[in-house]
């Protein structure tokens, strides 16, 4: 086993033993494997970089690297597609470290000779890799186990060498629930914060967006390929893609809004006209209306076979008649399972239930949705039709103070 | 089956002909916000967070012992201290990391590993002077500082660790408003404005001592080294990113001139009642003199407040911002939620940086007012060590992109490194061998 601390500044020496170069750095190529393999070492000679190939390379270990032949190829080095240089583009880099869900800053990494290939096994986050590099060489022997993070659960390396990402670390990050990952994005800086959300899968990264401040959300939106955006908008659901189109520049947020699908554009259209602060902001167009007809079973049945479930299906909206959108009634989910199948729904809905205006401030609305104990609530206009619903979690993040995430507090308010 | 989804897709749909006129307006909304926040920006917050206990301190004492004779240095300070916020400014908006963060991804471990120390020292410095201010602010009161600054300490750590620090800032922030005062003392202690105006354009400078000393600390406590970090730290917090790095930059410029107008205030209102009169500040007391004019037998309750606001702003503030950077840098956990097993750096640096604090502050016969010059002077002795790095990373086309700085910018800039570099070894030798320039 072997640092990459201990390896740095190191001679090279041809077959004879003759030094002839030092070790400048080592590079890896990230792939599909989970410890990546070592490719070839930068040789550093007469102040000029080098290309040294594995295949050249016998020996590697804490006196340095070992040719096998006496001619030194200099070829001047140049980097390839998909590599990574472990001291320059890793080390004292951040990584995200999926098990641990953390953020982590590199101290040293380990490398392991395994079946003739030298490979990344782990990055070391501890205070002894740090130690290691700070100490006089040879003043750091302990020889204590250190907390070594295994390169299989690095999810996203924070390092400024375009197209290293690999593809295998998205898959590892989408194991991570949308919570977390917007929380690691948004502990790195926000080109890697971007990044991270770019990497995911449309529906991983609108559900991440979603999770993140307004701010981050329109400006990592506004930073992406636009055809990349507007797909994740179209996984947003109607009320959060709303409010980022909102937060736009204008014409930014018509391209955007003009490159999405025309399902999903027009639920985002409805709700743009509504103030953030009221009820017609908050409010979301995915709910499930049945007409009053219909009966239990009827109703149940539906919802089976409904191709797209929203969310929110604990209420259940009952209008006049088909394609009407008169509220008449509502139904928690609850009633309708426990109710007689052939009962018809007039019987088992409430007349009586809590509804919203469209104007209503959204402080209070959310104060009405807490004080009651619902999971959402009709948001009604003047002719009766139900325009959307605003659901629990919406009222919540009204309620929760705005920095309850803890965060360094600025000197001034 | 799909006409039923498409009911619930309709929902929606059905009320496009309302139109789309409601980016506008929301985006319109938005902007004003921006604007009212701005008023309170990084650049305005940091640079007037310069004017502390230990700021007042040396500020007053160079009204008092050299009048008028130093107000010229206020000018090449705003340029510089204007240019040094930008920069870290700048970095913060172009790379989205925090200062420490980039020391530790361009210059490795063992570069780390000194300007955090160096960084460690200086805060730690001016955290003791923040103590001492609360001592001097409490001894006005006649509540002994062997009670005061414990008591305080003890407040402070659990206020932060607990969380609920940010409700009571409002009222330290409040307090520390008192010292908008000595604009109006300036006017009223009726100054010799002509000598005021000799004094801004006619620089004079002498190798003694004192005057090194005064120097060095008056560039240590507007220049702080702990200035370049927060600065850049909150622009990050902010999210501000190059498109809209121009409001940033007017806060900056605007914060840095506004501070250093305050500066000028105080050194005008000290040299206009003290100087004069010929008393050099030795305590609090004396300090709170310069308020007379304006507040009569209430200067020094007045003072005294914004003494105690200041002091207390910063104490929490700093130790907690030193922590914070150092975890950054070394790759640690961090922030005020984790338990002491979960992030025992930083939250044993910010108990630590509290502890000595304090602890240092209640020595019995500790010369206060000395002791805070002494700390601004060590911040001053550090402060190139900072600013040599700032400059390597401000002007590092991989870090800074297109974002680096122009040539003259980048000239007075070195300068100001040089200088004040200079101005501290000069002042290393003073002391080591103070007959080194024949005075003395």
């Known amino acids: 086993m072997l640092y990459l601390s201990q390896v740095l500044g190191r001679p090279i020496r041809d077959l004879e033993g003759e030094r002839v170069a030092t070790i400048k750095d080592i590079i890896v190529r990230l792939g599909a494997d989970d410890h990546p393999p070592v490719t070839g070492l930068v040789a550093r000679y007469r102040r000029r970089d080098f290309f040294l190939p594995r295949f050249h390379i016998t020996v590697l270990n804490q006196q340095g690297a070992r040719l096998n032949s006496d001619i030194l190829d200099l070829r001047p080095f140049g980097r390839r597609e998909s590599e990574v240089l472990l001291a320059r583009d890793v080390l004292d880099k951040q990584l995200i470290d999926v098990d641990g869900k953390r953020v982590v800053r590199v101290n040293d990494v380990q490398i392991i000779e395994a079946a003739g290939d030298w490979r990344v096994t782990g990055a070391d986050v501890s205070l002894q890799g740090l130690w290691r590099r700070l100490a006089p060489a040879g003043f750091a022997g302990s020889k204590k186990t250190v907390e070594v993070l295994d390169w299989a659960d690095v999810g996203f390396l924070a390092t400024d060498a375009a197209t290293v990402q690999l593809k295998s670390s998205s898959d590892k990050l989408a194991r991570l629930h949308p919570v977390e990952i917007a929380r690691l994005a948004e502990a790195l800086s926000y080109h890697h914060g971007s990044e991270v959300v770019e990497s995911l899968d449309d529906e991983t990264a609108a559900e991440t967006l979603e999770e993140m401040p307004a701010e981050s959300q329109a400006r990592i939106l506004s930073d992406m390929d636009q055809e990349r955006a507007a797909d994740i908008l179209e996984w947003m659901s109607p009320d959060e893609a709303a409010d980022v189109l909102g937060d736009l520049p204008e014409d930014k947020a018509e391209e955007l809004l003009g490159l999405m699908e025309h399902d999903e554009q027009a639920d985002v259209v409805e709700l743009l006209p509504y103030e953030d602060d009221t009820a017609g902001g908050l409010m979301t167009t995915e709910f499930v209306t049945l007409p009053r007809a219909l009966t239990v079973g009827e109703a149940l049945a539906r919802l089976r076979e409904m191709a797209e479930t929203p969310n929110m299906i604990y209420y259940l909206y009952v209008v006049e008649k088909e394609e009407s959108w008169k509220l008449v009634g509502v139904i928690a989910l609850r009633s309708l399972i426990l109710a007689e199948p052939s009962m018809p729904l007039e019987e088992v809905m409430r007349t009586e239930f809590q509804q919203a205006d469209p104007e209503e401030p959204a402080k209070e609305v959310a104060q009405r949705i807490a004080e009651y104990n619902l999971l959402a609530l009709p948001v009604i206009d003047d002719s009766g039709d139900i325009l959307g619903i605003i659901t629990v979690d919406d009222a919540m993040e009204i309620l929760l103070p705005k920095d309850w995430r803890q965060r360094l507090p600025r000197l001034f308010g | ?440």
């Not at chain 2, 604090?357 to 000395?370: D, K, Q, T």
Request: proline share 3%.
């Open chain 2, 1 to 440: 089956m799909a006409e039923q989804g498409a009911a619930v897709r309709a929902a929606g749909r059905r009320l496009m002909r309302r139109g789309a006129q409601g980016v506008r307006r929301t985006v319109a909304r938005r902007k004003r916000l921006l604007a009212y926040v701005a008023i309170l920006g990084p650049g305005m917050i940091t640079a007037n967070a310069g004017n502390d206990a230990g700021g007042i301190a040396t500020f007053a004492s160079v009204g008092a012992d050299f009048g008028y004779s130093l107000l010229w240095l206020l000018i090449p300070i705003t340029i510089s201290l204007g240019i040094v916020q930008e920069m870290c400014a700048r970095m913060g908006a172009v790379t989205g990391k925090g200062l420490a963060d980039l020391i530790r991804e361009r210059f490795g471990v063992r570069w780390t590993a000194l300007i955090m120390l160096a960084l460690l020292i200086a805060n730690a410095g001016v955290t003791v002077s923040e103590f001492v201010g609360i001592a001097a602010a409490s001894e006005l009161f006649g509540v002994s500082h062997y009670v005061s600054v414990p008591l305080s300490a003890i407040l402070i750590w659990f206020l932060i660790v607990k969380g609920s620090y940010k409700k009571v800032e409002r009222v330290f922030l409040l307090m520390s408003l008192v010292f908008l005062g000595y604009i109006v003392s300036a006017f009223l202690s009726r100054p010799d404005w002509s000598a005021v105006a000799v004094g801004m354009v006619r620089p004079e400078f002498k190798l003694e001592y004192a005057f090194l000393f005064t120097f060095v600390a008056v560039i240590g406590t507007t220049i702080s080294p702990y200035m370049q970090v927060y600065v850049q730290s909150s622009v990050v917090e902010k999210g501000v990113t190059p498109d809209d790095y121009g409001k940033t930059k007017l806060d900056v410029w605007v914060g840095t001139i506004f501070a250093l107008l305050i500066v000028f205030f105080i050194i005008v209102s000290t040299a206009a009642t003290l100087h004069k009169s010929g008393i050099q500040i030795t305590s609090a007391a004396d300090a709170a003199h310069a308020l007379r004019p304006l507040a009569g037998r209430y200067a020094q309750t007045l003072f005294g407040l914004g003494l105690f606001g200041a002091s207390m702003l910063a104490a929490g503030v700093l130790p907690l911002a030193t922590a914070y950077s150092i975890s950054e840098a070394l790759g640690f956990e961090k922030g005020i939620s984790r338990s002491f097993r979960e992030a025992p750096i930083f939250l044993g640096t910010f108990t630590f940086l509290v502890a000595v604090g304090a602890a240092i502050a209640i020595v019995p016969n500790l010369p206060l007012i000395r002791v805070l010059l002494v700390t601004q002077v060590i911040n001053g002795l550090l402060l190139p060590i900072v600013l040599f790095a700032v400059l390597r990373l401000v002007n590092n086309r991989e870090v800074m992109g297109r974002y680096v700085n122009g040539p003259i910018y980048n000239a007075a800039a070195w300068l100001t490194a040089i200088v004040v570099t200079i101005l501290s070894l000069l002042y290393i030798l003073i002391t080591l061998f103070p007959t080194i320039f024949g005075h003395r």
